[in-house]
C-alpha cells in the first residue's frame, strides 16, 4: 500500500518558521530520493527540495538557504524546515518521490499541507 502523508503547514506570519513532515511507505522511503514539491494557485507543482537514501541534499534557489530537508530512516519519514519564510513561500507542500510516484498509468499523490504566509 502506498503512504505519503504530509503534515505540518499552517498559518504563519512572514520570518517565522515552519517544519513540515511526511510519513512515507517503508518500501518507497528506503529506495528513493525523497523530495517536497509546491504547489502555488493556477501553477505547476515545482520540486524545491530533495534529499537522496544517501543523505545529499537539493535544492532550487529560492529556498537555500532558508529550507532544510531531512530523512528519518528510523520512522521512514522525511522533513521540511522552512525558516525565514515569505509571502511566495504560501502554498500546498506535498511530499514524494524524484520522480514521483506512478501506480497504474498516473502520478500518486498524497493530500499535501497547506502553508500560508501572511500577516
Known amino acids: 500500500q502506498v503512504q505519503l502523508v504530509e503534515s505540518g503547514g499552517q498559518l504563519v506570519q512572514p520570518g517565522g518558521s515552519l517544519r513540515l513532515s511526511c510519513v512515507v511507505s517503508e518500501n518507497i522511503f528506503r529506495s528513493n530520493t525523497m523530495a517536497w514539491y509546491r504547489q502555488i494557485p493556477g501553477k505547476a507543482r515545482d520540486r524545491i527540495a530533495q534529499?537522496?537514501?544517501?543523505?545529499?541534499?537539493r535544492y532550487v534557489d529560492s529556498v537555500a538557504g532558508r529550507f532544510t530537508i531531512s530523512r528519518d530512516d528510523a520512522r521512514n519519514s522525511v522533513h521540511l524546515q522552512m525558516d525565514n519564510l515569505k509571502h511566495e513561500d504560501t502554498g500546498v507542500y506535498f511530499c514524494n518521490t524524484v520522480p514521483p510516484l506512478i501506480t497504474g498509468s498516473r502520478e500518486y499523490w498524497g493530500h499535501g499541507t497547506q502553508v500560508t504566509v501572511s500577516w
Open positions: 534529499i537522496t537514501t544517501g543523505s545529499i541534499r
